[in-house]
């Protein structure tokens, strides 16, 4: 996925925030489409292990049905930064 087409996807909806899939972004894609002012939601991490990745590359928020396992991710991520 190139950021410049989330970016424009973004833009053509005037939306600040875009949702994604995380198996289709990498770090670098996150950076470029945070610094254009808009928001990554990663979705559906499944696994806490797809959470953390999800974490790991920068986005806002992961999205996902296991709620409680997104929380202990997030929780647990937090305490390490």
């Known amino acids: 996925m190139i950021a ?7 833009r053509a909806a005037r939306a600040t ?5 995380f198996a289709d972004l990498e770090r670098d ?11 990554v939601w ?3 991490p ?4 797809e959470i953390r ?10 999205m996902g049905d296991d709620v409680r396992a997104i929380m202990e991710v997030i ?4 305490a390490d930064r």
Do not use: M, N, Y
């Open 17 to 21: 925030v875009i949702q994604h899939h």
């Open 4 to 10: 410049a087409d989330l970016v424009a996807q973004a």
């Open 46 to 49: 499944i696994t806490k292990e």
């Open 42 to 44: 990663a979705w559906p």
């Open 29 to 39: 894609v996150v950076s470029e489409v945070r610094a254009a002012g808009i928001a």
């Open 53 to 62: 990745f999800a974490q790991d590359i920068g986005v806002a928020a992961p």
């Open 75 to 78: 929780k647990a991520t937090s």
